[in-house]
T-cell receptor
Framework: GQNIDQPTEMTATEGAIVQINCTYQ??????LFWYQQHAGEAPTFLSY????GLEEKGRFSSFLSRSKGYSYLLLKELQMKDSASYLC???????????FGAGTTVTVRA | SQTIHQWPATLVQPVGSPLSLECTVE??????LYWYRQAAGRGLQLLFY??????ISSEVPQNLSASRPQDRQFILSSKKLLLSDSGFYLC???????????FGPGTRLTVL
């Protein structure tokens, strides 16, 4: 089985940086994903890590440490539109199944 | 390009009524398909997945069933809905360079 933990809520100011942590304990591991979900909408893919280290995509970066069962999503230069829920998901080795954390709701304030 | 459709977008059903939600994928063949449910304020729970026509794996025991009558069609059903079946139902498929999952627009189901 999979156990994935992330904080419930975070608040930050426009233009600032926020780091969302995710820890996992899994029976199998074949990659970690971050998704963004705006209220009432479907999740959209943000990033993927399968090897240790940092992956950067514009204002968003994601880090993975497999030995520690730990990842974080870093959001830089926050904009109001970044207010959303951010979901951490771990992929199983079988059939590409994903197990999701409960999500972290980020609120960006002016 | 690949597209995933779900319908209906919203649905209000009485307890005990049947359910049929449909998901179709365009622009790909033989995709892995997934049904998730997201209850209010909670994470996504994987309900079913399918690696091919007629092949369904159930992740949790429940009041729901799934079928895959065609390669790019995935259906979620129930004979009698319960109040606890309310939620946001999302269909997804595997694609992209990292085999990430892409989600359909979802169906918001309210059981009264």
């Amino acid at each position: 089985g999979q156990n994935i933990d992330q904080p419930t809520e975070m608040t930050a100011t426009e233009g600032a940086i926020v780091q969302i942590n995710c820890t996992y304990q899994t029976s199998g591991f074949n990659g970690l994903f971050w998704y963004q979900q705006h209220a009432g909408e479907a999740p959209t893919f943000l990033s993927y890590n399968v090897l240790d280290g940092l992956e950067e995509k514009g204002r968003f970066s994601s880090f993975l440490s497999r030995s520690k069962g730990y990842s974080y999503l870093l959001l830089k230069e926050l904009q109001m539109k970044d207010s959303a829920s951010y979901l951490c998901a771990v992929r199983d080795t079988n059939d590409y199944k994903l197990s999701f954390g409960a999500g972290t709701t980020v609120t960006v304030r002016a | 390009s690949q597209t995933i459709h779900q319908w209906p977008a919203t649905l209000v059903q009485p307890v005990g009524s049947p359910l049929s939600l449909e998901c179709t994928v365009e622009g790909t063949s033989n995709p892995n398909l997934y049904w998730y449910r997201q209850a209010a304020g909670r994470g996504l729970q994987l309900l079913f997945y399918s690696v091919g026509i007629g092949q369904i794996s159930s992740e949790v025991p429940q009041n729901l069933s799934a079928s895959r009558p065609q390669d790019r069609q995935f259906i979620l059903s129930s004979k009698k809905l319960l109040l606890s079946d309310s939620g946001f139902y999302l269909c997804a498929w595997n694609g992209g360079g990292d085999n990430e999952q892409f989600f359909g627009p979802g169906t918001r189901l309210t059981v009264l």
